[in-house]
């Protein structure tokens, strides 16, 4: 059917291109998608609400609706992982006409026609709607993005015409294509932003992914390591214990981001986390202290759960955390085709060495000398050690509210030795 009303063909392609440059130039979803929607009541379609629900490939959610509606603008409706989540698809109107293996429906929303028991249907029926319809478009398989659920439905009495209609039908594959390219962009964030931190990920969106490609940045380092943890996989059920460890990820790894850090890369049972400093040369450093309430918030996190996971009767899991600074390179290293993006260099070898003296010292926290001069706060000298693979010992500091955890002869039994030993007093801008 030639389309003549209630759009002139030229108006409708005109819309239509319209919508296809902002996807070519932007990811501004919400922007475009109202946008194009305005543009379609304004050339005299009754279009009264639009959605899009998609898959998405991200870590809290299984799939995303936005919602248009006519003097209220756009909504985004996620939904979750899990049991509530697949409730909440099947009892949506795409996971019907999923469920039913069609690509398209019209439920007549006035009067007394008949439409499945949703609750998205009645809700739109209080609200004054008419007509609902729902294509489904398929995209290119082989991931989890496997289409978009387009819905249209107006106000109008009666419904939409016969014309309109198709005119609507004839939108769909102009629309499925610029929500695939929208989908796409936010995978691409995602996965990069989930798997490798959000800087970093947008490096690797910028082309920095060549081998050997890579940055020398000066930085403050937090490595965290759980204490005990080999012991609990050994007894446990080792499912459940993945979910634990995620459970102390999440109490120590907030804060991390909160203050301006990211996690570069699990170790295991531990992360290594950095926040790169904008003037190296400037001994006051908000980095450093960024990543010392960091550290501190963490361990207090850690703690709150290791009493909730006692009073359940389940195994702690202790945390410590050392404190650095200095230069690491951070890039690409790896085969020609399989490449990780990571931080190496002489700062992370040396803050991994530290942290071996955490539980032979009793301290969850400890601070470098290097880190102890830049970051502000009131310390006390732990003592100097020998450490594995660096020419020279290091001065290694603690907080000041945490000198009743050390005590002298600490090297019994392997710990490492301090070379001489000093009184524990606080000290402001240490060093």
């Not at 194009?36 to 899009?52: D, I, K, Q, T």
């Not at 120590?252 to 570069?264: A, C, D, K, M, W």
Request: glycine residues 10%; hydrophobic residues 45%; proline residues 6%.
């Amino acid at each position: 059917m030639a389309i003549t009303d209630p759009i002139s063909v030229s108006t409708l392609r005109s819309i239509e291109a319209r919508l296809i440059t902002r996807a070519a130039e932007s990811d501004d979803a919400d922007a475009m998608i109202a946008e194009f929607c305005e543009a379609l009541v304004a050339a005299g379609l009754p279009l009264w609400r639009l959605s899009l629900a998609v898959p998405v490939i991200d870590p809290l959610f299984r799939g995303v609706s936005l919602a248009w509606r006519r003097g209220q603008g756009m909504g985004f409706f996620p939904t979750v992982h899990g049991p509530e989540g697949e409730d909440t698809f099947f009892r949506s109107p795409m996971g019907w006409l999923r469920a039913n293996d069609l690509v398209f429906v019209r439920w007549r929303l006035d009067g007394s026609n008949a439409y499945p028991d949703l609750p998205l249907l009645d809700e739109l029926r209080r609200a004054s709607a008419t007509d609902y319809l729902i294509h489904a478009a398929a995209f290119a398989p082989g991931s989890a993005m496997e289409g978009v659920g387009i819905s249209f439905a107006t106000d109008q009495a009666g419904g939409f015409s016969q014309a309109e209609l198709a005119l609507v039908a004839g939108l769909v594959p102009v629309i499925a294509l610029v929500t695939a390219k929208l989908s796409l962009s936010h995978a691409m964030r995602e996965m990069l932003g989930t798997y490798l931190g959000p800087a970093t990920g947008a490096r690797v969106l910028a082309g920095e992914m060549r081998r050997g490609q890579s940055t020398v940045v000066h930085a403050a380092i937090l490595l965290a390591d759980l204490r005990g943890f080999t012991a609990v996989v050994d007894r446990e059920d080792p499912l459940k214990v993945v979910g634990w460890l995620d459970e102390h990820f999440d109490a120590l790894g907030e804060p991390v981001q909160r203050h301006g850090g990211e996690i570069s890369k699990f170790l295991g049972d531990g992360f290594l986390a950095v926040f790169p400093v904008a003037e190296p040369d400037a001994l006051a450093c908000p980095a450093c202290s960024g990543a010392l309430e960091a550290a501190r918030e963490a361990l207090a996190r850690n703690a709150r759960l290791n009493a909730a996971r006692r009073r359940d009767g389940l195994p702690p899991l202790e945390a410590d955390i050392v404190l650095h600074y200095g230069r690491v390179v951070s890039g690409n290293v790896g085969t020609d085709r399989r490449l990780d993006f990571t931080v190496i260099g002489r700062a992370v070898n040396e803050a991994s060495r530290i942290e071996r003296l955490c539980d032979s010292l009793e301290r969850p926290l400890l601070l470098s000398d290097a880190f102890a001069r830049r970051c502000g706060a009131s310390l006390v000298p732990v003592g100097e050690f020998a450490l594995r693979g660096v020419g020279r010992k290091q001065r290694i500091w603690g907080l000041a509210a945490e000198s009743d955890g050390t005590s002298e002869g600490m090297a019994e039994g392997g710990a490492p030795e301090p070379a001489r030993s000093e009184a524990t007093r606080p000290v402001t801008n240490a060093g």
